[in-house]
Each structure stands twice: as structure tokens, then as C-alpha cells.
């Protein structure tokens, strides 16, 4: 065994070297191309009576009037529930529709300090937690809506100028238990409000720009 041990063994023969390249983004478009197939459905589908079963809303059937809804988006007015359905049912038989990205780890590449969160409104902030300690503000992404609100909004623009079709407001942690943790509950609805407000300008800055193609909140 010993003897064995002393015996270097021989090299494993060498392998095809794995060569990896960055593909252009019309080549990344020509490949997912490549893998589109046709899909038929063979179920059969019931229409239920009228009155007994409210119908699949990714099944309703209706007219997809995106000059009106964009109308309504560009003067930052919100579409009916139904006209809204319509776009994306008439929409989504063509392409696919996206959501926007992450609002958290885009807010992070800003790379913002305490002083950043707080804004002229909470410069003068002086709670101090449960454990005797100085509330810090920094890590409060929400709160960016009254201390930077054109950055919030030039971010929900940049995911509409990317392709997203929809965006969500920057109120991820809009509650009054989220923001309990930084002594933040009273300004919670005037947050969420406010949030809604920059998500839609965005929007219809971007819709009146491209109007055959509106955003939504």
C-alpha cells in the first residue's frame, strides 16, 4: 500500500476545452426565436350559465382599445378593470407582457447614505428604538419617495424604457408593521399615496411617448 501511495498517478487525459462567449442581444433574440412552438389546446371548455360561475377573466372576450386606455394613462386617470383586461387578453395572444425588475437591489446600486433617506423632512428624525438606540433610516427604500421622489420615478421610467409593461410602486414595505421598525407608521398611507402618484407619472410620460404601447401601475 505504501509502495502504491508513492506512485504519482498518471494524468487524467485532457478534456475539450470549454470556450464561453458573450452573446450579442440579437443573437439572444434569434436563439429564443428558434425555440418558439406552436401550442394548441384540445380541452374542451364549458361556458358556465348565466349567473352561476363568474367567468376565467383571462378568458373574457373583448375589444382592446389601447388609444383610450393610453388617453386615460398619458392624464395620469387609471382604465376600468374591464378595459384593462382587455388590453392584456388581446395583448398577450400576440407577445409576451413584462412586470418590471427589482426595485430593492437597483435602489442599492445608488449606493445612498443616511442622510440621503432622510431629506430635508426627517433630517431632524430622533427616535430611538425598543433597545435604547438611534433609529437609522438608511435600508428604508420606501421612505426615497419623499427624500429622492424624481429618483424613484426616473427608476420606474428606466424599467418602462427597458420593455416593462407594468411596474409596482417603490411601497414594498408600506405597512405599518414594516415601517414600525423605524418608528415610520404615521407617515404610512401618505407613503403608499405618494408612491402611486410617482409610478403613474412615470407611466404617463412614458405611454405619451410611445402611445401604442401604454404602462400601467
Do not use: W
Not at 95 to 108: A, E, N, Y
Amino acid at each position: 500500500y505504501a509502495e502504491q501511495v508513492k506512485k504519482t498517478p498518471a494524468p487524467a487525459p485532457a478534456g475539450p476545452v470549454l470556450k464561453i462567449e458573450k452573446s450579442s442581444p440579437t443573437q439572444q433574440i434569434d436563439f429564443l426565436r428558434s425555440l418558439k412552438g406552436a401550442v394548441t389546446c384540445e380541452a374542451e371548455h364549458f361556458k358556465p350559465e348565466p349567473g352561476c360561475e363568474a367567468l376565467d377573466v383571462c378568458r373574457l372576450e373583448g375589444p382592446q382599445e389601447t388609444q383610450k386606455v393610453a388617453e386615460k394613462i398619458i392624464a395620469c386617470q387609471t382604465p376600468t378593470p374591464t378595459e384593462v383586461l382587455n388590453y392584456f387578453n388581446n395583448e398577450l395572444k400576440k407577445r409576451i407582457c413584462f412586470l418590471d425588475g427589482g426595485m430593492g437591489t437597483r435602489i442599492q446600486a445608488e449606493k445612498l447614505e443616511e442622510a440621503d433617506y432622510r431629506g430635508d423632512r426627517f433630517k431632524d428624525f430622533n427616535e430611538i428604538d425598543a433597545n435604547g438606540v438611534p433609529v437609522s433610516l438608511k435600508g428604508n427604500n420606501d421612505l426615497l419617495i419623499f427624500s429622492k421622489p424624481d429618483m424613484v420615478r426616473d427608476i420606474h421610467k428606466e424599467y418602462f424604457a427597458a420593455g416593462s409593461d407594468i411596474c409596482e410602486t417603490n411601497t414594498f414595505n408600506g405597512t405599518t408593521i414594516s415601517q414600525g421598525e423605524y418608528k415610520m407608521q404615521p407617515v404610512v398611507y401618505e407613503l403608499n399615496k405618494k408612491g402611486a402618484e410617482l409610478a403613474k407619472q412615470a407611466a404617463a410620460d412614458v405611454t405619451k411617448a410611445e402611445p401604442h404601447k401604454p404602462r400601467f401601475v
